[in-house]
């Protein structure tokens, strides 16, 4: 199916364990994006990407890491959680042009115990 | 850097009540401007954007103008429905798609019927 798909929908996990969430996209958009969301803050940006083999850090990246080596996937891993990392986390896309939209998944709820 | 202010909420109205969700913003020249909508248990989706001066972005009823004078691109509907109930973001884009997109914290809206 054509959009942009995040697995899994949920996840609960424990503290220090390494934990990959996943991001796929089927309109070979050139930008990805990790947000994650909390009350009273909003989304936060974790890390984007502007292609294959192209990533950059956003507001929030500590303990995080991303990798792209294909233009559809990029996932997310949390190499050893932490309870602050419980949250909802947004893969989105977008073209490359000024003003372009984001294309958003259906997130992913994590809880770290 | 840019930042988005919205009034957060929650905001309660009534079924056919007139709906605005203010919205200002704080950026370096000329950032394309969104709103988002959020549905319970799902990512977001775009409401409508506009991406100059005095453009005015609409849709499913929602309207929002771009104004630079006083840096808002605040959101209204005449008559709201309990379909309606969500939660809305306020966007920016300063340049391309690197940039993604600085949120507001979001705005839970509550129609009551």
């Known amino acids: 199916d054509a959009g942009i798909t995040q697995s899994p929908r949920y996840k609960i996990t424990e503290t220090g364990r390494q934990v990959t969430l996943m991001c796929h996209q089927t309109?070979?958009?050139?930008?990805m994006f990790w947000y994650r969301q909390d009350l009273g803050h909003g989304l936060r940006l974790i890390y984007y990407?502007?292609?294959?083999?192209?990533?950059d850090k956003g507001e929030v990246p500590d303990g995080y890491v991303v990798s792209r080596s294909k233009t559809e996937n990029f996932p997310l891993t949390l190499e050893s959680a932490t309870r602050s990392q419980t949250s909802v986390y947004f893969c989105?896309?977008?073209?490359?042009?000024?003003?372009?939209?984001?294309?958003f998944g259906s997130g992913t709820q994590l809880s770290v115990l | 850097g840019d930042s988005v202010t919205q009034m957060e909420g929650p905001v309660t109205l009534s079924e056919e009540a007139f709906l605005t969700i203010n919205c200002t913003y704080t950026?370096?020249?000329?950032?394309?401007l969104f709103w988002y909508v959020q549905y319970p248990g799902e990512g977001l989706q775009l409401l409508l954007k506009?991406?100059?001066?005095?453009d005015k972005g609409s849709n499913k009823g929602f309207e929002a103008t771009y104004r630079k004078e006083t840096t808002s691109f605040h959101l209204e509907k005449g008559s709201v429905q309990v379909s309606d109930s969500a939660v809305y973001f306020c966007?920016?884009?300063?340049?391309?798609?690197?940039?993604?997109?600085?949120f507001g914290k979001g705005t839970h809206l509550i129609i009551q019927p």
């Open positions: 989105a896309s977008s073209g490359a042009r000024k003003g372009e939209k984001l294309f």
């Open positions: 966007a920016l884009s300063s340049g391309g798609g690197a940039d993604g997109l600085t």
């Open positions: 309109w070979s958009h050139s930008y």
């Open positions: 950026a370096t020249g000329y950032p394309s």
């Open positions: 990407s502007a292609a294959a083999d192209i990533t």
């Open positions: 506009a991406t100059k001066a005095d």
